[in-house]
C-alpha cells in the first residue's frame, strides 16, 4: 500500500502527537522557522523522525492542497472492520454512540464527519467497503485529526452490520427528509447509532429497512436538505445534548 502525504500544520501535528509511529519522514520548507512549525520539529525530534528541509515547490509538487510549509511521510491509517467493531462494543462501559454512512463518497464530507464525530465523543464510525470513500489523505486532512483518534470500520455488508448492532440493544436512527419525527423530539439517550444517507441520494433502501426510526431535520427556509456532514452534526449534537442533560 502506497504511503499517505498529510500535510498542512495542524494535520502534522496531530499525526505526530497521535500516531508518530507512521511517520517516515517530515519534509519541512526552507525558511520557515515560525514558532508552529518549531513545534512539529520537537515532536519529530522526540520521536526520532528524519526531517529535511526542501524548497516550497518541492511541497506544492507533492501537497493536493495548501501545505503550509509541511509535510508528512506516512504510513496509511488503517481502517478496522466488523469483528473489531463489535470487540469495541462488547468492551464498552456506557452506552453505545456511533455515527453510520451510508456511501458518502466525498473524502472532504467523511473528513468534516470524523472531525465532528471526534467533537461530539462517537465511539466509532462505520461505513461500507463499497461504494463510499475510506481514509485518504485528503480525509485526514480535512479531519485534522479525527482520522488518527476516531475508529473508522469499513465493513462488507452494512445492513447486516445494522441488525449485529440491533442485537446488541442499540437503536438505529435513520435520518429521512420525508420522515415525520423530529430529530429535536426523539430520545436519543440511551445505546444509538445515527444513520445518515449518502450525498445526494439518501439512504439506500436497505440501509433504510434496516433503521428502528426516520428522523428529520426540521427545515424553515427554502433550501430542503443539509449536506451530510453539516446534518451529521447536528443529529450528533442533538444526541450530546440529551445525554448530557440526562
Sequence with gaps: MNDEI??????????????????????????RDDERLMDIVQLANKNSINLQAVKKT?????????HQGVIARAKPVQSKDENQLLQQLDSL???????????????????????????????????????AVGLTATVSKVA?????????????????????????GIWLYGTAGEASESVFKTDLKG??????????KGLRR????????????????????????????VCLFEAVRQRQSS
Excluded: W
Aim: aromatic share 4%; charged share 25%; hydrophobic share 40%.
Design 6 to 31: 498529510v500535510f498542512g500544520i495542524h494535520a502534522v501535528k496531530n499525526l505526530l502527537k497521535r500516531s508518530p509511529e507512521r511517520v517516515r519522514e517530515i519534509f519541512l520548507q526552507k525558511g
Design 58 to 66: 518541492v511541497l506544492d509538487d507533492r501537497a493536493q492542497g495548501n
Design 93 to 131: 462501559d456506557e452506552p453505545a454512540f456511533l455515527l453510520v454512512l451510508d456511501s458518502v463518497t466525498d473524502p472532504h464530507n467523511l473528513g468534516a464527519c470524523l472531525r465532528t464525530a471526534d467533537a461530539a465523543g462517537v465511539h466509532g464510525v462505520i461505513a461500507p467497503k463499497d461504494k
Design 144 to 168: 485534522c485529526g479525527a482520522a488518527e483518534s476516531v475508529p473508522f470500520y469499513q465493513v462488507t455488508n452494512l445492513a447486516r452490520t445494522m441488525k449485529e448492532l440491533q442485537e446488541r
Design 191 to 200: 445505546p444509538i447509532a445515527i444513520v445518515m444517507g449518502a450525498e445526494g
Design 206 to 233: 436497505l440501509t433504510r429497512e434496516a433503521c428502528d426510526h426516520l428522523i428529520n431535520i426540521p427545515m424553515a427556509g427554502d433550501v430542503s436538505s443539509l449536506n451530510v456532514s453539516v446534518a451529521t452534526g
